[in-house]
């Protein structure tokens, strides 16, 4: 069964580097989206993506977030200058279209220092 | 403001102890009420959605339910591999409003 690869699975920087996490969608999926997990908190909504263009973005997703499909297959989410409040799981998500789920990957373990 | 609540928070079944998930919602234009199950170190795997109140959906041991204000995630019978965290998320729009989840323990 197809599924979201993401890469790294564990990312560790040092607080005010920048760092990428990178997302390969499922291959006919239209609609991107980055959620991130705290430890121990739900999982919390940052950006949605479509036709190369944030749809959707949470207060979360601040001037420091960025997210792009710079080839047309991977989608990225770039932190600028990490703060130690980012220290999180950050999952991938993708959908074929409007009314079909959402499908997750295994996340990237993102720990600032 | 948007809110999807679970309870309980954490529960604990013999094996084939059947038992429900609760889901309670105020979601202002509902598209949809998703229910993932979460196992320890992974991403949220997609087990149903539902439309409208009256809808129900199963998959082997887990049947959803939906109604007006509330969600059931109804296990009959679970076993120990059903052990997870089960997470209810609303969506009004692209995005998924996800519930704490409920920490289920399946004990032989």
């Known amino acids: 069964e197809p599924e979201v690869t993401q890469t790294p699975s564990h990312q560790v920087t040092q607080m005010g580097q920048e760092v990428i996490l990178r997302c390969v969608p499922i291959s006919n999926h239209l609609y991107f989206y980055w959620y991130r997990q705290i430890l121990g908190q739900k999982v919390e909504f940052l950006v949605s993506?479509?036709?190369?263009?944030?749809?959707?973005k949470s207060e979360i997703f601040d001037d420091q977030f960025s997210v792009e499909r710079p080839d047309g297959s991977n989608f990225t989410l770039k932190i600028r200058s990490t703060k130690l409040e980012d220290s999180a799981m950050y999952f991938c998500?993708?959908?074929?279209?409007?009314?079909?789920?959402?499908?997750f990957g295994d996340g990237t373990r993102l720990s600032i220092l | 403001e948007d809110q999807v609540t679970q309870s309980p928070e954490a529960l604990r079944l013999q094996e084939g102890e059947s038992s429900s998930l609760n889901c309670s919602y105020t979601?202002?234009?509902?598209?949809?009420l998703f229910w993932y199950r979460q196992d320890p170190g992974k991403g949220p795997e997609f087990l149903f959605t539902?439309?409208?109140a009256g809808e129900e959906k199963e998959k082997e041991r887990l049947k959803a339910t939906l109604t007006k204000k509330e969600s059931f995630l109804h296990i009959t019978a679970p076993k120990p591999e059903d052990s997870a965290t089960y997470l209810c998320?609303?969506?009004?729009?692209?995005?998924?409003?996800f519930g704490k989840g409920t920490s289920l323990l399946v004990t032989p």
């Open positions: 998320a609303g969506n009004s729009g692209y995005a998924l409003n």
């Open positions: 539902l439309y409208s």
């Open positions: 998500a993708t959908r074929q279209g409007p009314n079909q789920p959402q499908h």
């Open positions: 979601v202002s234009g509902l598209r949809g």
């Open positions: 993506f479509y036709n190369n263009e944030i749809s959707e």
